[in-house]
Nanobody, 116 residues
């Protein structure tokens, strides 16, 4: 069982950048499909970006070209580099790891606020 902890959230001005990090412990990240989700108040949790064990990536249309997801299996981390941030990117961001069927693990979330 993997334990995930997010960090790197905070307050940033529109147009700014922020990098979130998800650190894993208890198990190797290597076989996990890793996702970043976000949830703004009053909305459903939204899938933002995915990175497979092989390094393939997929992005939501709303962040494509602005966000970059990456993983370092040796360090046990998954990062989300967020550029050109907009107020609508404000949300709690969650790291999620999936292994096979029915094995999904979540971090506690980190708040990102984009505001001037």
């Amino acid at each position: 069982q993997v334990h995930l902890v997010e960090s790197g959230g905070g307050l940033v001005q529109p147009g700014g950048s922020l990098t979130l990090s998800c650190a894993a412990s208890g198990s190797s990240l290597s076989p996990y499909v890793m996702h970043w989700y976000r949830q703004a108040p009053g909305t459903q949790r939204e899938l933002v970006a995915t990175v497979t064990p092989g390094g393939s990536t997929v992005y939501a249309d709303s962040v494509k070209g602005r966000f970059i997801i990456s993983r370092d299996n040796a360090k046990g981390t998954v990062d989300l580099q967020m550029n050109c941030l907009k107020p609508e990117d404000t949300a709690v961001y969650y790291c999620n790891g999936v292994l096979g069927l029915g094995n999904a693990y979540w971090g506690q979330g980190t708040q990102v606020t984009v505001s001037s």
